[in-house]
């Protein structure tokens, strides 16, 4: 599969660096190029300076005929636009949004994206940890 | 009227003392304490402190009940959060947002934003205008209805001079809305309306037919 990634944090590098491994085609976009120390010298994608919401950029790293968009930034707002750029603009088939806020993530998975809220997986692990 | 606003930066600021001064039920949202207190030291208690993106922070200052919702903080992808977040959580009729990157409105009009304004553009435009050798400049942008008003200045060298109206090949949906000769009053263009040097040319039209409308006012 071809793979954008938005985001070259920890978890942008580690899931690029995963997916790499698993034998898909990776891009990973990130406006500083200090981020890109976070991947692997084995990483064998593309590492790419760019700003995810803008489509310009988007388009070239290749967006418009990429299976998969990811985005992993800091920003839950800079993370939904970008989304749904890809979904709605570049019509992106399979498009995962990370959204810290749980209020925020929950209004936007009813508005048809896929997104997935950290705050809420970890609180909810921490809780079985304890609990169970 | 009850309007909010996000973001209490210079440009939220003055909105906010505009509305004000009209007479509006207005209130800011700033996330930062420090612009919020002076904000409040000088005008009042209108500045609310918190995310202008949070459901629950804009459940509380009652955006339920709000008329308009105006989003001028300095980044795009907080102003179209907070927009989508006022109209789906809270239905407010009338979202308006500010854009940095003018490329950001066909997405902000698709997902839900109802108004957008480009400060980029609208800087452009006004210093375009103040440009004299700029043989088009825009004058205004008619976003709902995808047109432009744009003034077209006839040179004295254009082959146009002396033709008439019904004579020129306009780009389609491009229609001439007044005429303000050189010296004289303005006047309507009708088909036998002679162009002459000197005429400024408001006319309507869609934004791609601009430079072709130019071409055909100027002759080439």
Known sequence: MKILIMGCGRVGARLA?????????VTILDNDTYSFRRLPPSFDGTALF???TDEE???????EDTDV????????NRNVMACQIAKHIFKVPRVVCRIYDPLREEMYSALGLETISPTKVFAQLLREKIEG | MYIIVIGGGRLGYYLLKALLNEGHEVLVLEKDARICKTITDELGSVCF???GCEAATLAEVGTGRADMFIAVTGDDEDNLVACQVAKHKHNVPRTIARLRNPKNAILFKKLGVDVTVSSTDLIIEAIEREVPTHPVTQLLTLDEKGLVIVD??????STTVGKAVKDLTLPKDSKLALIIPNEGSAHVPVAHTILQAGDQIIAITPPESKEALRAALSGK
Do not use: M, W
């Open chain 2, 152 to 157: 077209v200045k006839i040179r004295p060298e």
């Open chain 1, 69 to 76: 968009f990811i985005a992993v930034t800091q920003g839950d």
């Open chain 1, 57 to 63: 950029a988007l388009k070239k790293a290749g967006i």
């Open chain 1, 17 to 25: 660096s995963l997916l790499d491994e698993d034998g898909h085609e």
């Open chain 2, 49 to 51: 402190r918190g995310d």
């Open chain 1, 50 to 52: 760019g700003n995810g």
